[in-house]
């Protein structure tokens, strides 16, 4: 059974693509992305197998 480790990010609008691109090339999977605490963040959830 895989194990996963887990982390929250906080993500800026303007610069989404460009934090996950950075978080998905360290080999973390996007789960979800959820609303932050204004307009201009959100929040996404992101996993990958435990090593």
Sequence with gaps: MT???Y???PILVHATKQILDNWGADGWE???VVPGPNAENL???LKRPLQ
């Design 3 to 5: 194990k996963w480790e």
């Design 30 to 32: 996007l789960v979800q």
């Design 7 to 9: 982390v929250t990010v």
């Design 43 to 45: 929040v996404a959830y």
